[in-house]
């Protein structure tokens, strides 16, 4: 299958687009490496995590501009997912050896609790196109720590970041057949396959909500474990004492990280009224002086969209929200020529009902809404299925704790645009998602808990002392 880069629409490469036989090729690897690989040292598994880490650091311009080529972000954003995809795998390096389990006195005396910690089996890895090299670290770091075999497939549409990340894991002394990595454009026809195999223990996918619904109820026949990363619509809370310096800077890297296709974007500015106009002035001058063009080029702040389907989404978003009444600021149109393109666009008076304030954006689209009350903008806040991300900027502390303990989402950036750290629990609750990935329970998502019943008998009269 062709890999096109989104800047100047031309293929740049052929991929082997895997069919069902393929796909079975792979369950068998997986089953076959299982348990070796579970039963190797932990210090082994970390090892091999470690020297990753480090190939990665090694190359981590080649792998950023293989990212740049396929997805379209701007080299330095490249560069910093490679940074950001080479600590997840040093924090699961770091994990591997700390999996601990327990001892415990049943309470009559008669029995000890052991309880430990064990691999779950195999699991298929379905990873988006968005972060093509940190969705896929995020899974393999923790599989692979935990003692799991894995089978990666990447989206379609980035399959070489992947298949890179796959070369450094052997590089690095990975045992074939632990890690699997399976591009293909025919993901519906063989992932059912693979879920009914009674190979695979557990899914882990990071994608849409639709698709994940969809994943959850197939994982269901077999009772499988899931982890599900699902999208998000985060509302962005800027309160009357906010400082707005920190504000409008962190709107920026909410907004504009990523050209506005992560599930963290901030989807909606919900702004008090005493301070919105400078606001949305401040945050349109910061959009205006971006240079928008290819990945490659020196000195580009914005890439181009995924494909021609998502710039139509997103202009098609902005059209409906301008003709409900909102006022552009600046951007708002494509750019001409080759290439997704979409201008930086800040939009306000942004009417609540407007197609944009429910759909997940994915573009560089920043709509802004007015509230007097914090009351009423924690319930606009709150009001939708999504639940991954939430933003929330003001100076006072009681009211930045409760509003942020009230907000219905799995994480909270506080005067900060960017909440992803390899070192916190990341994921979503209501439909944006089960489960956690990264911090100290991304590990756990891999392991399955046993628990051994061990009895003990005391000669009478010994007092247990002997
Ligand atoms: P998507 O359409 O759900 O696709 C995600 C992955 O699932 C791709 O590899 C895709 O491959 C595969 N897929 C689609 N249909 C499938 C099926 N029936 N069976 C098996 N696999 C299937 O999502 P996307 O548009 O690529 O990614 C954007 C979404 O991901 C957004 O909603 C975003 O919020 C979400 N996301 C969430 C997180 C998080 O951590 N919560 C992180 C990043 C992105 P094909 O395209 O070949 O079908």
Known sequence: ????????????????????????????????????????????????????????????????????????????????????????????????????????????????????????????????????????????????????????????????????????????????????????????????????????????????????RLLLTQAARQVLRTSMELGGNAPFLV??????????????????????????????????????????????????ALTVGDGMDEGVDVGPLIDAAAREKVLGLVADALDRGATRVTGGRALAGAGYFVEPTVLTEVVAGSALTSAEIFGPVAAIETFTDVEAAVARANDTDWGLAGYVMTRDLDRALEVSERLEVGMVGLNTGIVSTPSAPFGGIKQSGLGREGGRLGIEEYLETKYVSVPVRRRSGSGGSW
């Open 1 to 212: 299958m062709e890999v096109v880069n989104p800047a100047t629409e031309l293929g740049i490469a052929a991929v082997s687009d895997a069919d069902g036989v393929d796909a079975q090729a792979a369950l068998r690897a997986a089953a076959e490496a299982q348990p070796a690989w579970a039963g190797s040292a932990a210090r082994t598994r970390s090892d091999i995590l470690y020297r990753v880490h480090g190939l990665m650091a090694a190359r981590t311009d080649l792998l950023a501009e293989v990212m740049t080529l396929e997805m379209g972000k701007p080299l330095a954003q490249a560069r910093s997912e490679v940074a950001y995809a080479a600590d997840l795998i040093r924090w699961f390096a770091e994990e591997a050896v700390r999996i601990d389990g327990g001892y415990a006195h049943r309470p009559d005396g008669a029995a000890r609790n052991l309880v430990l910690k064990q691999p779950v089996g195999p699991c298929l890895l379905i990873v988006p196109w968005n972060f093509p090299l940190a969705m896929g670290a995020r899974k393999i770091g923790p599989a692979l720590a935990a003692g799991c075999t894995c089978i990666l497939k990447p989206a379609p549409q980035t399959p070489l970041s992947s298949l890179a990340l796959g070369q450094l894991f052997a590089e690095a002394g990975l045992p074939a057949g632990v890690l699997n990595v399976l591009p293909t454009s025919r993901a519906g026809e063989i992932v059912p396959p693979m879920l009914e195999s009674g190979v695979i223990r557990k899914l882990s996918f990071t994608g849409s909500t639709q698709v994940g």
């Open 239 to 288: 309160l009357d004492d906010a400082d707005l310096d920190v504000a409008v800077e962190a709107a920026f890297e909410a907004k504009m990280r990523n050209m506005g296709e992560a599930c963290t974007a901030a989807n909606r500015f919900l702004v008090h009224a005493s301070v919105a106009e400078e606001f949305g002035a401040r945050l349109g001058d910061r959009m205006r």
